[in-house]
Structures are given as structure tokens and as C-alpha cells.
């Protein structure tokens, strides 16, 4: 019963935790100008972030310690200082983005302006980390994320034609207003957002947070397997909703206030405060889990002792990364930059980022030195080269494409 | 290192491409500007539509229209302002380009300027007022849309 009750608790915050700001504003945005035409990149990203998550975290749950502390004694710090520059840059641009999205979610329900509640936002990510037990945390604000459940709610209440909906998402095609490049430009924005680098450091090094072993391999695979693609579910009911009523009257999704609005004008004012929570818990839990994946990947890279597992004053490297990451956010968004700007650049960078932190992983779980028996088998090294050439194909697409579109106008 | 250095260089570039506003070169390239600027406009007086059309039905609180019209006054002004600093080409049609998009965009910041107030206030009736001059300018924008499409 207690092991029935890990594994529904897991799915659950997996699904909750799934979507962050960058999921949630991109594929807002994306259902406001595509319909549900790029539905199957959210499809294409789900996948690839099970299978390397689910590598990343049989790795830490087989050698007891997280990839990228693995990556550097496997491949050399070169090619470790690079995963870490290149995943660390994005993931401190998305951490940033996520406390942006924490303080416009209190804007929301409280029309004080989001400058107002950014030292808040960033004192309070700040405080949880320093504070609160890693699986409090991880439950508490994966369950709240179900909130967004509202959206699908909204997209079943709104009453949509179901065959037109289900023939947009399968058979892609550029919509006549739109045109091919800025088409694919989106497509990698939301390959980027579904397949974020942090989800993979922060998912691995939770592994070694929560002492899993070979025994919680199956644990891991059913949170993994189940929870990721209901949570990219989420991911399509955000982008089916604002498809159905922004579409029709030629709204393009540029703030968070606009990605609730389908709820409000569905469900009205309750359906509304369960969205605004699920934005919150949202941001609030991904900006947790960015702000440790910096804190991870920093201390890992230097060999420095890190984690929740042990107390402050032994970690105390890592805290004062997690400070400062911090500090920084709060000070970046201070310049009055807009965190929704913030998030739609953090998930194109993200696609750039991809090949380094993703080719690590694969070349880690195929060595029988860290995994004895447990290296990839044939169908999870079939994936994952694919995948590796699918987001080398992103990462070389995603400069160009965002000069040519001027970042999707 | 090096690698580094050009990372961060393309990045930079990368940035400052995207950020430009480029001149228009015609008057076809302005045609085109003016479009991008009335699609832009539509995008947030119908978000205030939607906004207002769900506080006269009760359906949103009142905080979270007044957060989403402000937005969308906001990016009306950013919309205008970065529509009246490309410099139109020499062309008497442009100059009537000019005007006439200028005015609609203008007409379509007041028309959500008087939402936000009315949003601000407990009488419905004013609200009615601004969701109807809101309807008056989304027609007048959809109709310049298709004429430059």
C-alpha cells in the first residue's frame, strides 16, 4: 500500500511538475497563432525528455550519484566545462524567467505590480531552498500544479468541434496567416521548452536527494513513463484552449494575464483561481527546481559537496550558489526586462543548449563501469540517437531561424 | 576559451538582430509594417474585448482584467510608438498609410484607456460604454487589416 501510494504521489508531482512557465506561455502562444498544428512537437518533446530522463535517472539510482557528476570523470573537463556553461546559462536564464512568472502570477491576483513582488518572489524561492525538505517541497508544489488541470476542463466546458481539433494536431501544416520559417522557429521553441536541460540535472540529482537504488527503478520509470506525458497533456489543453478562443478573433499571447483568460471566459471566476494557483505552484515549484539544477551543476562540476540530504553549513558551496543564482535573478528582473520576454528567449536558447547536455547522458548510460548490467539496451540507444540528432538539428536551427523571424514577429 | 568567445558573440548578434527595427525600403516594405502594426492592435482590443466582455458576466475578478487591460494598453503605446519612428518612404500614399494606421492605433490605445478606467469603477454602464466603443474600433481595424492584406 505504501509503495502504491510512492508510485501515485510520483506520477502526480511529475505531472503537476511538468509544466513551467516556459511550457505554459510558449504553448499559449503557439495555440493562439497555430491551432493545435504544432501539438505533434509537444508529442516529439515528451518523448525525448522520458527517454533521457528515464537514462539520467536509472544512472543515479544505479551509480548513487547524478549524471553530470559523472560527466566531467567520464569525458574530461572540457567537454564537462562546456555541458556545464552551456546548461548552466540556460538554466539560470529559465530560473530567472520562472521567478519572473511567480511575481506576475501574484500581479495577477492582486493587480500589485510584478516589480513589487519580485524581491518577494525571489526571498521566498530563496528561503524554501535554504529550508524546506527537498520532498516537501518537490510533493507540495508538484500536487499544486495539477490546478492546471483547469485548462482541460476549460477545453471540454468551451465545447469544441473534437474532429476539427484532433484533424489539426494530426495532420501538421503552416496556417495560411503564418509562414513556414516563423512555423519552425515555434516548433523549436516548443521542442526546447518540452525538452528543457534542467529537467534532466534536477531529475538526477533528485534521484540521489531521495537515496533511490536499483530497487526504485521501476518507481522511476512509471513517474517517468506515465506522469511526463500527462503532464505534456497539460502542455496541449494550455495551447487546445487558447487555440479555440484566441484564434477565431486574431489574439497573439504575449503576457500570462491572456494564457488564463480561456478559463475565465469558460469557467468563470472559480475556474480562474485554480489557474492562477496552478501558475503559481507552476513557477514557484520550477523555480526551485532551476535554482537547485544551478546549485547542482556548479557543485558537481567542482566536486563540492551539494544537495538538501545534508545541512546547510556542510553544503555551504552550494548555498551560496543557490544565494547568489538568487540575487541574480532578482537583480536581472529588477532592470525591468520582461519576464515573458525572458521565457520565450530562455526556451529557444534551451533548444540550443540540447546536444550538450543531452549527448552526456547517453554516452554515461552506455558505460558498464558506472551501470554494470543496467547500460541502455538496444531500443533505449535507438531513441536516443535519434533524439541526439533531432536536437542537434534544433540547436543548429534555432539562431538562424530566430534572425530570420525576428524571434517569431 | 575561444569557443567561448564565439558563443557569446553569436549570441550578442543574435540579440541585436532580433531587437532591430529595420527601415522601411518601399512602400510595399511599409505596407507590411503597417499591417504587422494593425494585426498587433487587433491582438490587444480583443484581448480587452474578452476582458471585459467576462467582468460585465461576472466571470473574472476584477484585479486580474485590470493586470490584462493595462497590458494591453501598454503594448498599444509600444505599438504606436514603434510604428511612428519607421520613417515613411517618399510617397504621398504612404503619408495616407501613415495617417490612417496611426489614427486607428490611436483610437484603438483611447478605446482601451477608457476600458481600463471603467474596470477600475463598480458601475456596469461604463463598462457597456467601452466594450461597445471596443467592438466600433475592432471592426474599423479588421477592415483596414483586409484592405492592406
Not at chain 1, 302 to 324: D, S
Not at chain 2, 63 to 85: C, K, N, R
Amino acid at each position: 500500500m505504501k509503495r502504491l501510494f510512492a508510485v501515485a504521489l510520483g506520477i502526480l508531482t511529475a505531472i503537476g511538475g511538468f509544466v513551467d512557465i516556459g511550457d505554459m506561455v510558449t504553448n499559449a502562444l503557439v495555440g493562439s497563432r497555430f491551432g493545435l498544428s504544432l501539438a505533434w512537437v509537444v508529442v516529439t518533446g515528451v518523448i525525448g525528455i522520458c527517454v533521457f530522463a528515464e537514462m539520467s535517472g536509472r544512472v543515479a539510482a544505479i551509480s548513487g550519484r547524478p549524471t553530470f557528476d559523472l560527466v566531467r570523470e567520464r569525458l574530461g573537463p572540457r567537454v564537462g566545462f562546456a555541458n556545464l556553461v552551456a546548461s548552466m546559462a540556460v538554466t539560470l536564464l529559465t530560473f530567472i524567467a520562472e521567478i519572473g512568472g511567480v511575481a506576475l502570477a501574484l500581479e495577477l491576483a492582486s493587480s500589485v505590480n510584478y516589480l513589487l513582488w519580485i524581491p518577494l518572489a525571489g526571498f521566498a524561492v530563496w528561503l524554501v531552498l535554504w529550508r524546506v525538505k527537498f520532498s516537501l517541497m518537490e510533493n507540495v508544489f508538484g500536487l499544486l500544479g495539477l490546478s492546471l488541470i483547469v485548462f482541460a476542463v476549460a477545453v471540454w466546458q468551451l465545447g469544441p468541434d473534437w474532429s476539427t481539433l484532433w484533424n489539426d494536431a494530426s495532420r501538421p501544416s503552416v496556417p495560411a496567416s503564418e509562414d513556414a520559417p516563423t512555423y519552425f522557429y515555434y516548433a523549436v521553441a516548443l521542442f526546447g521548452a518540452a525538452m528543457t536541460p534542467y529537467e534532466v540535472f534536477f531529475f538526477s540529482s533528485g534521484g540521489v536527494e531521495e537515496r533511490w537504488g536499483p530497487r526504485d527503478l521501476t518507481i522511476m520509470r512509471t513517474n517517468v513513463l506515465v506522469g511526463f506525458p500527462l503532464g505534456g497533456v497539460l502542455s496541449v489543453a494550455i495551447a487546445a484552449s487558447t487555440a479555440l478562443v484566441f484564434l477565431p478573433v486574431g489574439v497573439q499571447v504575449d503576457t500570462l494575464g491572456q494564457v488564463g483568460l480561456p478559463v475565465a471566459v469558460s469557467l468563470g471566476k472559480v475556474g480562474l483561481a485554480v489557474a492562477l494557483i496552478g501558475f503559481f505552484a507552476a513557477t514557484f515549484g520550477a523555480a526551485c527546481e532551476t535554482g537547485l539544477s544551478v546549485g547542482y551543476s556548479i557543485s558537481q562540476y567542482f566536486g563540492w559537496q551539494w544537495g538538501k540530504y545534508v545541512r546547510p553549513r556542510e553544503a555551504a558551496r552550494f548555498h551560496v550558489v543557490l544565494l547568489l543564482a538568487t540575487i541574480t535573478g532578482i537583480a536581472v528582473l529588477l532592470t525591468t526586462v520582461d519576464p515573458v520576454k525572458v521565457t520565450e528567449y530562455s526556451v529557444v536558447f534551451s533548444a540550443v543548449a540540447l546536444p550538450l547536455t543531452y549527448f552526456p547522458i547517453l554516452i554515461v548510460a552506455n558505460d558498464p563501469d558506472y551501470m554494470g548490467e543496467k547500460v541502455n539496451g538496444r531500443v533505449a540507444n535507438a531513441l536516443g540517437s535519434v533524439y541526439l540528432v533531432l536536437v542537434l538539428a534544433a540547436a543548429l536551427a534555432a539562431i538562424p531561424l530566430m534572425i530570420l523571424t525576428k524571434a517569431g514577429q | 576559451v575561444k569557443a567561448t568567445r564565439h558563443a557569446a558573440y553569436a549570441t550578442a548578434c543574435a540579440l541585436v538582430l532580433t531587437a532591430c527595427v529595420t527601415p522601411a525600403t518601399g512602400t510595399d516594405s511599409y505596407r507590411g509594417k503597417a499591417s504587422a502594426s494593425i494585426e498587433a492592435a487587433i491582438s490587444e482590443v480583443e484581448t480587452t474585448r474578452i476582458a471585459v466582455d467576462a467582468l460585465l458576466d461576472d466571470r473574472i475578478m476584477v484585479p486580474y482584467a485590470d493586470v490584462t487591460i493595462t497590458a494591453a494598453e501598454s503594448a498599444l503605446g509600444a505599438i504606436s510608438a514603434a510604428f511612428g519612428s519607421v520613417q515613411p518612404p517618399d510617397d504621398p500614399q504612404a503619408d495616407e498609410l501613415r495617417e490612417t494606421v496611426t489614427a486607428l492605433v490611436d483610437a484603438a490605445e483611447e478605446a482601451v484607456t477608457d476600458a481600463r478606467i471603467a474596470s477600475r469603477r463598480p458601475q456596469q454602464a461604463g463598462l457597456q460604454d467601452a466594450l461597445t466603443t471596443l467592438d466600433d474600433v475592432a471592426r474599423e481595424l479588421d477592415a483596414a487589416e483586409v484592405e492592406l492584406r
